[in-house]
């Protein structure tokens, strides 16, 4: 099989193995055998650094490229994996300015010297036009860039538009990558650009198109040129722009290539909402992108949308290369091109892949895994045990019990043993059960009871009928906390063994008769405050989910209940059909004729 490039934006790195099939297997091995990919470029993985583990960075025969966030937890982020065996990039890179550094240097990658830089960086005058230094724009980590001997792979995570200042952030961005893919291009050298873009080139890429341009309140004109969605389809061959091209954009350079395997295809969407539930119903579009530069167009075999692939709320798009391509008027097979010289011959392999081919910007030499080749290592050798200390006190102290769970597992203490495993452990069947039993060690059964102090001071509320009756005092005639302490008293604290169970007075009798009538009508108040309401049925008969209101206004904040089907194909209440229906009502309103009372 050829090779086949892939963008997935998974919306956090491990969520996909929450679905089917991902969820058997669960690695990224086999994620990437069921994609048959080679290369696998996943966008908003949402992870920092310190949380990146074995089975992300050291996958069996895949190399990995990171560009992760400098500043915000769980945010943005891309990778790039490419498979040993079938290629090796001879160039990396992280962002679109070339601002930031290799790793372990203090050199831009701007500022390298010539033949370790990709090229193409935007010039102090591409710069000025952003506003926005290189360090602001490359923060966010929402790009990473390949180098081959044949082109050169982005990868990228565009920002989306959500207020003012993202839609300045976003339009600074757009426009240094154009700069970045455009200079490549003088320079050259192919492109190939995959990626969430977070833009819908034209009306057929989006279910939402007459439903944005009613609320902008602009005609086709105006939709389709929205400053970021112009300063794309300048880029696209065939892309719609209206008016005049900006100055330094006549050209247009990249190919939209699952489109040009799909002409006129509607539907073919990408991204779906799930807070509506618009997947079932295909209302979405289409904002990820395998594209490449024009001379590349006949390079492909196939591409497509993979949509019934779940695990995000997007879905997978790939691009398959042919076998053999032909560059500069030769044929040449695509696994030499994709590899250093002399790796590949024709198509056949002439040298193994090994460490030698790390690039710096390999996630295997993160510190973190750097010389770990194998995940079966971590396994090879087990943790010594701590030895326990020759003596310990009767009463364990915090120190004491923390040693506990590493001595065994299956050991449960009374108050005179010491931490020292007996003859014959009692058996435990869980860990819980173990955390119990040392908490009754801890504290002997009477103490637990009354949780309080060595001075009688409360540890805290005990019930929730202490927010409705006054505890009673122990004595008619005196507080609770002057009463002296008794010999019995002293000695149930001090008597782990459980007290005779006293026969109640007919006086004590009424008494626990009206503290349970009063435990029940706090039962029955807590319950009705908590318990989850009925919902009202909709038009299908069914029961309506609840939502609430975020868009700003005199309803924001106002829960309401509607039909908990998904949106249909036209993305509006329908009635009649399959999909939502137009019921709708407001949960103060259903609450009222619930207990008009």
Same mark, same amino acid.
């Given at each position: 099989?050829?090779?086949?490039?892939?963008?997935?934006?998974?919306?956090? +790195?491990?969520?996909?193995?929450?679905?089917?099939?991902?969820?058997?297997?669960?690695?990224?091995?086999?994620?990437?055998?069921?994609?048959?990919?080679? +290369?696998?470029?996943?966008?908003?993985?949402?992870?920092?650094?310190?949380?990146?583990?074995?089975?992300?960075?050291?996958?069996?025969?895949?190399?990995?490229?990171?560009?992760?966030?400098?500043?915000?937890?769980? $945010?943005?982020?891309?990778?790039?994996?490419?498979?040993?065996?079938?290629?090796?990039?001879?160039?990396?890179?992280?962002?679109?300015?070339?601002?930031?550094?290799?790793?372990?240097?203090?050199?831009?990658?701007?500022?390298?010297?010539?033949?370790?830089?990709?090229?193409?960086?935007?010039?102090? /005058?591409?710069?000025?036009?952003?506003?926005? %230094?290189?360090?602001?724009?490359?923060?966010?980590?929402?790009?990473?860039?390949?180098?081959?001997?044949?082109?050169?792979?982005?990868?990228?995570?565009?920002?989306?538009?959500?207020?003012?200042?993202?839609?300045?952030?976003?339009?600074?961005?757009?426009?240094?990558?154009?700069?970045?893919?455009?200079?490549?291009?003088?320079?050259? !050298? &192919?492109?190939?650009?995959?990626?969430? +873009?977070?833009?819908?080139?034209?009306?057929?890429?989006?279910?939402?198109?007459?439903?944005?341009?009613?609320?902008?309140?602009?005609?086709?004109?105006?939709?389709?040129?929205?400053?970021?969605?112009?300063?794309?389809?300048?880029?696209?061959?065939?892309?719609?722009? $209206?008016?005049?091209?900006?100055?330094? &954009?006549? /050209?247009?350079?990249?190919? %939209?290539?699952?489109?040009?395997?799909?002409?006129?295809?509607?539907?073919?969407?990408?991204?779906?909402?799930?807070?509506?539930?618009?997947?079932?119903?295909?209302?979405?579009?289409? +904002?990820?992108?395998?594209?490449?530069?024009?001379?590349?167009? %006949?390079?492909?075999?196939? #591409?497509?949308?993979?949509?019934?692939?779940?695990?995000? %709320?997007?879905?997978?798009?790939?691009?398959?290369?042919?076998?053999?391509?032909?560059?500069?008027?030769? /044929?040449?097979?695509?696994?030499?091109?994709?590899?250093?010289?002399?790796?590949?011959?024709?198509?056949?392999?002439?040298?193994?892949?090994?460490?030698?081919?790390?690039?710096?910007?390999?996630?295997?030499?993160?510190?973190?895994?750097?010389?770990?080749?194998?995940?079966?290592?971590?396994?090879?050798?087990?943790?010594?045990?701590?030895?326990?200390?020759?003596?310990?006190?009767?009463?364990?102290?915090?120190?004491?019990?923390?040693?506990?769970?590493?001595?065994?597992?299956?050991?449960?203490?009374?108050?005179?043993?010491?931490?020292?495993?007996?003859?014959?452990?009692?058996?435990?069947?869980?860990?819980?059960?173990?955390?119990?039993?040392?908490?009754?060690?801890?504290?002997?059964?009477?103490?637990?009871?009354?949780?309080?102090?060595?001075?009688?001071?409360?540890?805290?509320?005990?019930?929730?009928?202490?927010?409705?009756? !006054?505890?009673?005092?122990? &004595?008619?005639?005196?507080? #609770?906390?002057?009463?002296?302490?008794?010999?019995?008293?002293?000695?149930?604290?001090?008597?782990?063994?459980?007290?005779?169970?006293?026969?109640?007075?007919?006086?004590?009798?009424?008494?626990?008769?009206?503290?349970?009538?009063?435990?029940?009508?706090?039962?029955?108040?807590?319950?009705?405050?908590?318990?989850?309401?009925?919902?009202?049925?909709?038009?299908?008969?069914?029961?309506?989910?609840?939502?609430?209101?975020?868009?700003?206004?005199?309803?924001?904040?106002?829960?309401?209940?509607?039909?908990?089907?998904?949106?249909?194909?036209?993305?509006?209440? /329908?009635?009649?059909?399959?999909?939502?229906?137009?019921?709708?009502?407001?949960?103060?309103?259903?609450?009222?004729?619930?207990?008009?009372?």
């Amino acid at each position: 099989m050829a090779l086949r490039i892939t963008t997935w934006n998974v919306n956090g +790195i491990r969520n996909p193995f929450g679905y089917q099939p991902w969820r058997d297997k669960r690695t990224f091995e086999a994620m990437f055998d069921i994609l048959e990919a080679d +290369i696998v470029c996943f966008q908003e993985t949402k992870i920092q650094r310190k949380d990146l583990r074995d089975d992300m960075v050291l996958v069996p025969g895949f190399d990995c490229y990171w560009s992760l966030p400098r500043h915000k937890k769980g $945010y943005a982020g891309v990778v790039i994996y490419t498979r040993n065996s079938r290629c090796a990039p001879i160039r990396a890179e992280e962002g679109i300015a070339g601002g930031l550094c290799p790793p372990n240097s203090t050199t831009p990658f701007r500022e390298l010297p010539e033949e370790e830089q990709i090229g193409g960086y935007p010039t102090l /005058e591409q710069m000025s036009q952003t506003e926005l %230094d290189a360090a602001t724009l490359d923060a966010e980590g929402r790009c990473v860039i390949l180098e081959f001997p044949a082109f050169v792979l982005l990868g990228t995570y565009c920002p989306a538009e959500r207020d003012e200042e993202r839609t300045h952030f976003r339009t600074a961005f757009l426009k240094v990558l154009d700069a970045r893919i455009r200079n490549l291009v003088k320079m050259g !050298k &192919r492109v190939v650009w995959v990626g969430d +873009i977070n833009i819908s080139r034209e009306e057929i890429d989006t279910a939402m198109s007459e439903e944005s341009m009613r609320k902008r309140g602009v005609d086709h004109v105006g939709w389709i040129s929205s400053p970021a969605r112009r300063l794309f389809n300048q880029l696209l061959v065939g892309g719609k722009v $209206y008016g005049e091209r900006d100055e330094g &954009r006549e /050209e247009q350079i990249l190919w %939209d290539v699952c489109r040009s395997f799909h002409e006129g295809r509607k539907g073919m969407y990408t991204c779906w909402e799930t807070k509506v539930n618009a997947r079932p119903g295909n209302y979405g579009s289409r +904002i990820d992108y395998v594209l490449c530069t024009h001379e590349m167009k %006949d390079w492909w075999s196939d #591409s497509n949308i993979q949509e019934g692939l779940m695990g995000s %709320d997007h879905c997978p798009v790939y691009g398959t290369f042919k076998e053999k391509v032909t560059i500069q008027g030769q /044929e040449k097979h695509i696994l030499d091109l994709v590899n250093p010289p002399g790796v590949f011959e024709d198509g056949v392999r002439k040298m193994d892949w090994s460490t030698k081919h790390l690039l710096p910007m390999s996630g295997k030499l993160i510190q973190e895994f750097d010389r770990r080749r194998n995940i079966k290592d971590m396994f090879s050798k087990k943790p010594s045990l701590p030895k326990a200390p020759s003596s310990i006190a009767h009463s364990p102290s915090k120190d004491t019990l923390a040693l506990v769970p590493t001595l065994s597992p299956s050991i449960s203490f009374t108050s005179e043993q010491k931490v020292n495993p007996p003859a014959q452990p009692i058996q435990s069947p869980n860990a819980s059960a173990l955390k119990r039993s040392i908490s009754n060690v801890s504290t002997p059964p009477a103490a637990k009871k009354s949780k309080s102090d060595s001075n009688g001071t409360s540890k805290g509320q005990q019930s929730l009928k202490g927010f409705f009756a !006054k505890k009673p005092s122990l &004595r008619p005639d005196e507080d #609770s906390e002057s009463l002296p302490s008794s010999p019995e008293k002293e000695a149930a604290v001090q008597q782990p063994t459980p007290l005779p169970i006293l026969e109640a007075s007919p006086a004590r009798t009424e008494k626990s008769v009206e503290d349970e009538a009063a435990s029940f009508e706090v039962k029955k108040t807590w319950g009705k405050l908590f318990a989850k309401p009925i919902a009202p049925k909709c038009e299908h008969d069914e029961p309506c989910k609840t939502m609430l209101t975020k868009k700003p206004g005199v309803n924001c904040g106002r829960s309401f209940w509607m039909c908990n089907r998904p949106l249909g194909p036209s993305g509006k209440q /329908e009635r009649g059909t399959q999909w939502r229906c137009n019921t709708f009502i407001w949960a103060s309103d259903w609450d009222a004729r619930q207990d008009p009372g």
